[in-house]
Nanobody, 126 residues
Framework: QVQLVESGGGLVQAGGSLRLSCAAS????????VGWFRQAPGKERTFVAA????????IYADSVKGRFTISRDNAKSTVYLQMASLKPEDTAVYYC??????WGLGSSEKNDYGYWGQGTQVTVSS
């Protein structure tokens, strides 16, 4: 079983940047694709970005393409989400998650993920 801890959230002005981190408790994390999702108050949890187990491929939601970058450092068992040009509509709790099946490419479907972190709050003021 893998435990995930997100960090790096906070309050930022529109147009600003933040980098979120997702640190795993076990190196088996390195064999799995990882995704970032977000949930705004009163809304469903939605896909943001995902990265292949090896880090060689990424996918993004249309709403964040060109502004967010997902990356991973398997030596540190950590995945990052670099967020730039933040908008008030990016305000949400951000969660990282690990796919249920190893060696994956990354998915935008919540049901493909088996382990979730507790989330980190990102608030973007206008």
């Amino acid at each position: 079983q893998v435990q995930l801890v997100e960090s790096g959230g906070g309050l930022v002005q529109a147009g600003g940047s933040l980098r979120l981190s997702c640190a795993a408790s076990t190196r088996t994390f390195n064999n799995y694709a990882v995704g970032w999702f977000r949930q705004a108050p009163g809304k469903e949890r939605t896909f943001v970005a995902a990265i292949k187990w090896s880090g060689g491929g990424t996918i993004y939601a249309d709403s964040v393409k060109g502004r967010f970058t997902i990356s991973r450092d398997n030596a540190k068992s950590t995945v990052y989400l670099q967020m730039a040009s933040l908008k008030p509509e990016d305000t949400a709790v951000y969660y990282c998650a690990v796919e249920k099946i190893p060696w994956g490419l990354g998915s935008s479907e919540k049901n493909d993920y088996g382990y979730w972190g507790q989330g980190t709050q990102v608030t973007v003021s206008s």
